[in-house]
């Protein structure tokens, strides 16, 4: 589970920024919180509003940089991507600082590096917190390169096989990697399951982003290989009136000297599609959902994602994924991730929850995680712009956050930070711009008045005057 997330100096945060999901002492909604520990008590859900350009998005990918630098990491002589503030001064020298709380495997963790473009100058990681705060390690920069890593006892007592292949892979450090990918490409996590393993699988399984324009990978197959997730989402979607009663996966044979699986590959180029095993992935032409393998025998297979409607005398009538509208594919793309989330652990990020859903269908996303996976130590962190969301009824006022822009920089903080009456209506209150982090609309009468081109009209009439309201 994610306790605290900051990030500082990267796009519109300059300084530093928090995202706490630390429960406050609001008493409404108990069966939202999480106890991770007898002093650490979790939110399982934050809803973000802001206007547009505000930064929600911004630390969405903020996580998503952070994270793929910890699993993919960089190559030799490659510049660290980071994306400073721009806005402070004509030239920001100044590094950009990433820093995680987490929950993982029953213990608490605190990870965090400072890096600009050229190399990571800070990194460290621990294990506890406060008092009971214990160094596993922390790695230096200096000004000559030169990586300097000290590792804590836990990771090298007794353990005289970890220690010297802890040092070998502190000495093969680039400037420019995180010491942390590092110890994952070099498959030390599996030296020291009990200490390393639980943080690199926190980031490569637990923390899931979807950003409004990502698809849910693997789509089709994922479907096709697990008939529970199949009936979740086919049900689900039945219920949310999209016209949708079923799903299916149409697997046909690939012809052999027409169409076999190398020469598939060759037209649609590997490139685009994600390889596990025997089998490719891919957004083929039009949209459509496909996967293409190979069986138990060995027999080339191909398969398509259909949404199965009834027509009026009771029948079936399979339709291509890409023949549905832009808020079913929207929503079938979120159903595995929420399928997921009642099973097991995930702290799972969507930028734009509402991006082309119906406002019930959004309350219903979020109402439906908060009622159904009560029963599994996930959160459910999202951005958005739709209102009917705001509602004590629904959330908590710590997990409604707010991000505002003001000369350039993000800054967040949540509704908890206001003193409100219980009985609020949250959502007239922030249009009304009691919470700011709306848009502050300027006097567009002024574009009405103006001429066209700057001067009379092609037929040389001048426009009609527009009236200005009093």
Not at 150 to 161: H, P, V
Not at 204 to 226: F, K, M, R, V
């Amino acid at each position: 589970m994610l306790i605290r997330f900051s990030v500082q100096n990267y796009l519109s945060f300059f300084s530093e920024q928090t995202l706490n999901m630390i429960a406050s002492a609001d008493t409404r909604h108990p069966e939202h919180i999480i106890a991770a520990t007898p002093d650490t008590k979790l939110l399982r859900a934050t809803v973000f509003y802001g206007a547009n350009g505000a930064g929600k998005s911004n630390l969405v990918q903020a996580l998503a940089f952070a994270q793929d630098l910890v699993l993919n990491g960089t190559k030799p002589k490659e510049e660290i991507p980071v994306r400073p503030f721009r806005l402070a001064a004509e030239d920001n020298p100044e590094p950009t600082k990433f820093e995680f709380d987490i929950f993982a495997e029953g213990r608490v963790y605190n990870y965090g590096f400072v890096a600009n473009r050229t190399k990571v100058l800070e990194e460290w990681l621990f294990l506890g917190a406060g008092k009971r705060e214990e160094a596993l390690f922390e790695r230096t920069t200096n000004g000559g390169d030169t990586v300097t890593v000290e590792a804590g006892s836990r990771l090298t007592r007794g353990k005289q096989d970890a220690a010297d292949y802890l040092a070998y892979v502190a000495k093969g450090t680039r400037p420019n990697q995180l010491f942390l990918y590092e110890l994952r490409d070099k498959n030390y996590e599996n030296l020291n399951k009990e200490t390393i393993k639980p943080v690199l699988a926190w980031f490569d399984e637990t923390l899931q982003i979807i950003e409004p324009e990502s698809g849910y990978p693997n789509l089709a197959e994922a479907i096709h290989s697990d008939p529970q997730l199949a009936r979740f989402a086919g049900t689900y979607l039945c219920e949310a009136d999209t016209g949708v009663h079923s799903l299916e996966v149409k697997v046909s044979d690939v012809q052999q000297g027409i169409s076999p699986l190398s020469v598939v590959l060759d037209c649609f180029g590997k490139a685009m599609a994600k390889a596990k095993g025997d089998r490719f992935y891919f957004d083929a032409l039009a949209g459509e959902k496909v996967f293409l393998g190979k069986d138990k025998e060995g027999h080339e297979k191909f398969g398509t994602l259909r949404a199965v409607h009834k027509r009026r005398d009771g029948s079936d009538a399979a339709f291509g994924f890409a023949e549905e509208s832009d808020g079913t594919r929207r929503l079938l793309h979120l159903l595995p991730a929420l399928y997921h989330l009642r099973s097991k652990p995930h702290v799972l990020f969507i930028d734009e929850i509402d991006r082309s859903l119906h406002p019930l269908l959004s309350r219903q996303f979020l109402g439906f995680f908060l009622s159904s996976c009560s029963g599994c130590p996930s959160q459910l962190i999202l951005t958005t712009h739709e209102t009917h969301l705001l509602d004590l009824d629904i959330l908590r006022r710590d997990e409604i956050w707010f991000a505002e822009k003001k000369d350039g920089e993000t800054r967040m903080y949540s509704l908890a930070d206001f003193k409100i009456r219980p009985d609020l209506q949250v959502r007239k209150g922030y249009l009304n711009g009691r919470f700011g982090a709306i848009p502050f609309l300027g006097d567009f009468s002024k574009l009405c008045e103006e001429r066209t081109g700057g001067g009379n009209l092609p037929n040389g009439d001048d426009p009609p005057q527009t009236q200005t309201a009093q």
